[in-house]
């Protein structure tokens, strides 16, 4: 039965997701509110069987029966038993099995060791029935939804020390738990810190000893400003929404129907100019979602598509009947209202999808009302060069219906099965439809964009040439070749079906398109018993129907396009086309203050390394309250009247006292707040990846700094580009990029989890790649100093540390050098907690 168990993860998109507390919040707690509490309850004066599964300690201690939760070990769970009927005197939930997605899901979950973020809480007032949400009216009180107001800063009793608004809010909350701020971090420190936090790379010792030396009252702001003109920055901060945007450059899978996005760089680039160039917050959202609907926009700024146009999808063989296609589908769907509604509105929007939020707000017709949405939106590749609109929509649409023709027709013709003639029809009528379209296209595009005909020209489909014929022997009539129509001997006998196509690598394209989307409405074709096909309409928006438990099969009332209703000041539907420009207005419209929160809180996240409100994409019920709900919503409020500017939030934040403070612990404020949620310091923490390794090279001297194009792989020998622009693959993350915590592209991503492992310094204690970069090191010093060690030493420390050696440091580098190479020693000075740990 375990296979069984294993076999149904793997099938699932579960696969793809990391098994973290937002797992938990989105896949195990909506299913154990609406199918448990109501006997499973800490509120109930019994639970049944003992059993409470509404608090974190009641789940791990289990029932009368004993445990029924062993993390890391699902086989040996008598949750999973339950749920999969396996036994029959412990079926659960009894009013009926639940499906086989959310007993996979805990499956998963409990072999990724079970994580639960609930804080147990003292039980309330006995009830006996399950909790329910809030509903639509009582929610829209709810903190997060109200306007954003600014704030006077408070009154504090160290009037010196604030520098910024905010930090007469953070002093504020400091001296009522009578604590005191840290002092400032010295100038180095700074320096190496704020170079580190807005380029993803460290100050040369050159540039430390010119500012430690600078006596300027306005250093610090110049260098400031420096730093956020420079085009690292970009790269650095483009980054971080690349997180919150899931980007990858292929599926989670890459068979025929799902291929690696080949123009997915062109969605990275064009994030990484526009943080650079500062594009306001709202406009930069909005190019994402509806930049082929917004006035004035740029050839270049359609790229910003890529955002929906490089989405996850999953392989949907044509072969599989209406409903499981319908089902992938409504999972893609799924996919892209949790990716808006976490990464934008900070709402767990998608917990709706088989019921009413059973937490927050949200009644299951908004969820359908914004799945709506991406129902009448299609992906397809996106001419840059200049075209009048008419030729680009009838392009992107031959491309998309092209794709599926292609793919139906390579499928009949390569793997017939027991209806050899049928099928061989069918794809000889699929090609015919292709050559159709294309023949449509040609006078439109052949002579005048000889690119988009030579794409169009790629998909029809090529069968292979016939394998001459063997002359008739004394086989039955039937086997006979020359009884069977001659394009039928030509599938069957040149070869033996090919095997299903290995998963690929993204390769990435340098043609004039980018991966993007348009309006279209789809619908699955079951029809035929033997193929389901697509029929989408372009121009012509899809209205799903409400899915009781997600059922496809038993459809409920029409949910038309529309916006969440709780967030909505006024009628929430949608009318024109897909909804998409709708919905991106109304989120800076309606929903401004929320989204500004949002945003802001994520900001402060990245630089802080901890956000205001914990749970960075929950800001409902279930989430965490701010710790600093006035500063959050001053800090928005004023975001929001500087032109939606992230630059000018970057200024306010580090410009503050709060941002200076040096990182070192204090015996006062460990006892007092442990967690440094008032921040009495600044939070030390690990370096990200692209971080660690860009300061690697950039240490070693080898670091090509050429921003932007396409992407490579960064096990890729000689690739010493920053690491930004290395491959992200969804179905096959590279090893590095594992090692240290790198998110799954395969959903949104709220933060970094970063964590220190033993396989991480097996790494850089035997990676080539560390190795390489250490030779490189010990070249660069070598170059320019005299042969003394000690000399060698001190320009290795300047080259990696951008500081001198102390003379302990000296000594202990000459005791190590008795025995080894300069090389072995560089790279010890590349593995040391100074390189990899933030300043």
């Not at 040996?76 to 029959?88: F, I, K």
């Not at 959310?102 to 003292?122: C, K, L, M, S």
């Not at 860009?694 to 194009?709: K, N």
């Amino acid at each position: 039965m375990m296979r069984l168990w294993v076999l149904l993860l793997l099938a699932t998109p579960l696969s793809g997701q990391s098994v973290d507390a937002q797992f938990f919040e989105k896949e195990i707690r909506p299913v154990l509110a609406n199918r448990c509490y109501g006997c499973h309850s800490s509120k109930l004066k019994s639970p049944m069987g003992g059993l409470a599964l509404d608090t974190r300690s009641g789940l791990r201690k289990g029932g009368n029966g004993g445990a029924i939760v062993v993390p890391g070990d699902a086989k040996a769970s008598r949750l999973v038993a339950a749920l999969s009927y396996t036994d029959p005197e412990l079926r659960m939930p009894p009013t009926g099995k639940l499906t086989d997605r959310e007993i996979a899901a805990f499956t998963q979950w409990i072999q990724g060791g079970a994580p639960d973020p609930r804080e147990d809480v003292a039980p309330a007032t006995p009830a006996t029935t399950a909790l329910k949400g809030m509903d639509v009216e009582t929610g829209r009180k709810w903190w997060a939804f109200q306007p954003v107001v600014e704030a006077p800063a408070p009154k504090v009793r160290d009037a010196s020390w604030p520098r910024r608004k905010i930090d007469s809010f953070v002093l504020a909350k400091l001296e009522e738990a009578n604590l005191k701020p840290s002092a400032p971090a010295d100038r180095a420190t700074l320096i190496r810190r704020v170079y580190l936090d807005l380029t993803g790379l460290k100050p040369t010792y050159e540039e430390v000893e010119a500012f430690r030396r600078d006596p300027a009252p306005d250093a610090y702001e110049r260098l400031v400003d420096r730093l956020l003109a420079s085009p690292a920055y970009g790269e650095r901060w483009g980054r971080y929404w690349l997180d919150v945007a899931r980007f990858a450059e292929d599926n989670p899978t890459s068979e025929a129907t799902n291929p690696p996005y080949a123009f997915a760089w062109r969605y990275r680039d064009w994030v990484i100019e526009a943080v650079s160039h500062d594009m306001p917050y709202d406009r930069f959202v909005k190019l994402q979602l509806a930049a082929d609907q917004m006035p004035g926009v740029s050839r270049s700024d359609l790229r910003a598509l890529g955002y929906l146009g490089t989405g996850p999808v999953y392989h949907k063989d044509a072969r599989l009947s209406k409903d499981v296609i319908e089902t992938l589908f409504t999972d893609d769907w799924d996919e892209r209202v949790d990716a808006v509604s976490r990464g934008l509105l900070g709402l767990t929007v998608a917990c709706a999808r088989c019921h009413d939020h059973k937490f927050d707000p949200i009644p299951t017709r908004d969820y359908y009302g914004l799945a709506s949405v991406f129902a009448s939106t299609v992906q397809a590749p996106r001419p840059l060069n200049e075209i009048d609109p008419e030729t680009e929509k009838r392009f992107m649409a031959a491309a998309q219906q092209m794709f599926f023709l292609n793919y139906a027709s390579n499928l009949m013709r390569g793997e017939p099965g027991t209806k050899p003639e049928e099928s061989f029809q069918k794809a000889d009528r699929y090609q015919k439809e292709c050559e159709s379209i294309l023949a449509a296209m040609e006078p439109l595009v052949k002579d005048k964009h000889p690119e988009m005909y030579a794409y169009l020209s790629r998909m029809i489909p090529r069968p292979k040439p016939a394998a001459p014929q063997k002359p008739a022997s004394n086989t039955p009539a039937a086997a006979n070749p020359a009884t069977v129509p001659q394009g039928q001997v030509q599938a069957k006998t040149d070869a033996p079906p090919p095997p299903p196509p290995p998963r690929r690598r993204a390769g990435a394209s340098t043609e004039p398109f980018t991966n993007s989307v348009f309006d279209a409405g789809l619908w699955v074709d079951g029809s035929d018993p033997d193929l389901t096909t697509l029929d989408t309409k372009p121009g012509v928006p899809r209205d799903l129907h409400i899915l009781p438990h997600g059922n496809v099969a038993a459809p409920g009332d029409l949910a038309p396009r529309r916006f969440l209703a709780v967030l909505s000041k006024s009628d929430p539907a949608f009318h024109q086309g897909s909804g998409r420009m709708e919905l991106a207005e109304r989120i800076f419209g309606d929903a401004a203050s929320l989204a500004a929160r949002v945003i802001v809180n994520r900001v402060w996240g990245w630089h802080f390394g901890k956000p205001l409100v914990a749970t960075a994409s929950d800001f409902g019920t279930q989430g965490e309250k701010p710790t600093h709900p006035q500063m959050l919503d001053d800090l928005a409020e004023r975001f929001m009247a500087n032109g939606w500017s992230l630059k000018w939030l970057h200024r306010e934040i580090l410009l503050s006292a709060t941002y200076q403070q040096a990182s070192q612990p204090r015996e006062d404020g460990i006892q007092a707040d442990v967690s440094n949620h008032l921040l009495w310091r600044m939070p030390p923490r690990r370096l990200d990846v692209e971080a660690y390794r860009d300061s690697i090279l950039e240490a070693a001297g080898t670091l090509d700094r050429t921003v932007g194009g396409p992407s490579i792989d960064l096990d890729q020998d000689g690739n010493v580009r920053r690491t930004v622009y290395g491959r992200v693959s969804r179905g096959n993350l590279n090893t590095l990029l594992r090692l240290y915590d790198f998110p799954s592209a395969n959903q949104h991503s709220p933060g970094r989890e970063l964590t220190t492992t033993p396989l991480q310094q097996l790494f850089v204690m035997n990676s080539p790649f560390i190795q390489e970069q250490a030779e490189a090191l010990v070249k660069a010093v070598d170059a320019k100093s005299p042969a003394d060690q000690t000399a060698m030493v001190r320009a290795l420390y300047r080259r990696v540390f951008a500081r001198d050696p102390n003379a302990r440091e000296v000594d202990l580098a000459m005791t190590y050098l008795n025995g080894s190479t300069l090389a072995q020693y560089a790279q010890a000075l590349l593995s040391s907690n100074e390189v990899i740990f933030w300043p």
